[in-house]
């Protein structure tokens, strides 16, 4: 009975070295498609939720893959914090031991900050934009007729056109057509990693946070 306890300690002892050796190998080989698919000279940090690994790799899919990208810039735009989450990811064994490109995921998304210089460097000439976290505020100067007007409004963040537009309230003594002339886009041009698109922004302390999302993303090697 003591030889078979031993035998089986073991047994378990090796089966699990076995399963964290294999999801490094996996997860060398998804940071590498992960590094190519958003054009990174780095490999990003990629972690397999979920075990036992062994039997996600034997199945061929992986039900939630994450990963950090860092700070990054897409069509001049600084993006702080980038990291995402695959789901559902499709990956034959035999494919990664092959490296083989017929790897993807079903969705895939993305979430990071712009900061607050980011967001005053797209803001129109002589506006700046200040927040403490809860909201955003513009500062700034407007014509009304001959007359130069000085303003303090609240912005609405929304999500417009493949980016971030932000727009002022009502500014207190300025007509409302006029106040909707203090608006900005701020784009990603030439869009975001896997082709995501923007789909929600916040508020937070360190400005705008937003989640991206796309769905059937390839990740090539």
Do not use: C, W
């Amino acid at each position: 009975m003591r030889k078979l306890i031993v035998f089986l300690f073991i047994l378990v002892v090796l089966l699990v070295a076995v399963d964290r050796v294999a999801v490094a190998g996996v997860e060398r080989d998804l940071a590498n498609r992960i590094a190519a698919a958003a054009d990174l000279s780095e490999q990003p940090t990629v972690t397999i939720e979920g075990v036992p690994f062994l039997t996600q790799a034997v199945s061929g899919h992986y039900p939630e893959v994450r990963f950090d990208l860092g700070t990054l810039t897409y069509g001049g735009v600084p993006v702080r914090g980038l990291r995402g989450t695959a789901y559902d990811v499709t990956a034959p064994l035999a494919d990664v031991i092959q490296n083989r490109a017929d790897i993807r995921a079903g969705r895939l998304t993305v979430r990071g900050t712009l900061t607050r210089a980011t967001i005053d460097k797209f803001a129109p000439d002589g506006v700046r934009i200040s927040g403490n976290g809860r909201r955003l505020v513009a500062s700034g100067e407007v014509r009304v007729g001959a007359n130069p007007v000085k303003f303090n409004a609240e912005l609405r963040v929304d999500v417009a056109d493949g980016g971030i537009r932000l727009q002022a309230e009502r500014i207190e003594g300025v007509p409302d057509s006029l106040a909707g002339l203090v608006n900005y886009t701020i784009p990603f041009k030439g869009g975001l990693p896997f082709d995501v698109r923007v789909t929600g922004v916040r508020n937070v302390a360190d400005g705008l946070e937003f989640t991206a999302e796309a769905t059937d993303v390839p990740l090539r090697g």
